[in-house]
């Protein structure tokens, strides 16, 4: 089966712009959440979702929005780009809210 | 609120040498804990889970961790460690019940094995 699948797999922004990042979840999975991992950091959780809702969302600006679609995948929107959002953004999904999340290999955005 | 200490940044070994990396924990609740691996420019894999029962659980690869309740304590061993174990390796807890609310993991700063021939 596949794992969990993320688009693009890298991305180079310039500051200001805006960015959209994909996430298809294992199939089956009908959680999906997004973590940002800085360069030298642990994984930082930004959102879950569980059957379309929002479920949980970390300390991050309004400029971060995602969403989840009926097929379970899941976007993840970021405004006005700065320099600091330059990170790996993970995608992760698990059966139901509380299982074990899997994760995907992630998307390198890179802000210039 | 949840918080998670990796007490080494970066542990170097010898090949088929033991190795254990160490990981604290504080939460106000029970909690699940997981140790994942993440190998250069990839994502993160699962490398084992505490959810309840035993606590000692073993994991893909040869690793295992002994849960510790009193020391509130998660830590990582293996007997004998391979070049290829060389990534980092990431210390997480999540909520066991958080009133229905999320089941976000909280992940340690990481700690990156090195293993030399």
């Known amino acids: 089966d596949a794992g969990v699948t993320q688009s693009p797999t890298h991305l180079i922004k310039t500051r200001g712009q805006q960015v959209t990042l994909r996430c298809s979840p294992i199939?089956?999975?009908?959680?999906v959440s997004w973590y940002q991992q800085v360069l030298g950091q642990g994984p930082q959780f930004i959102f879950q979702?569980?059957?379309?809702?929002?479920?949980g969302r970390g300390n991050f600006p309004d400029r971060f929005s995602a969403r989840q679609f009926p097929n379970y995948s899941s976007e993840l929107n970021v405004n006005a780009l700065l320099l600091g959002d330059s990170a790996l953004y993970l995608c992760?999904?698990?059966?139901?809210?509380?299982?074990?999340?899997?994760f995907g290999p992630g998307t390198r955005l890179t802000v210039l | 609120a949840q918080s998670v200490t990796q007490l080494d940044s970066q542990v170097p070994v010898f090949e088929e040498a033991p190795v254990e990396l160490r990981c604290n924990y504080s939460?106000?609740?029970?909690?699940?804990l997981f140790w994942y691996v993440q190998y250069p420019n990839q994502g993160l894999q699962l490398l084992l889970k505490?959810?309840?029962?035993?606590?000692l659980v073993k994991g893909i690869n040869g690793f295992e961790a002994e849960f510790n309740k009193s020391q509130t304590s998660f830590h990582l061993r293996k007997p004998s460690v391979h070049i290829s174990d060389t990534a980092e390796y990431f210390c997480?807890?999540?909520?066991?019940?958080?009133?229905?609310?999320?089941?976000?993991?909280?992940f340690g700063k990481g700690t990156l094995l090195t293993v030399n021939p």
């Open positions: 505490y959810l309840s029962g035993s606590t």
């Open positions: 979702y569980y059957e379309k809702e929002e479920r």
């Open positions: 997480a807890v999540s909520d066991q019940a958080s009133g229905g609310s999320n089941y976000k993991l909280t």
């Open positions: 199939s089956g999975h009908k959680s």
């Open positions: 992760a999904s698990s059966l139901a809210l509380t299982d074990t999340q899997y």
């Open positions: 939460s106000s609740v029970s909690v699940y």
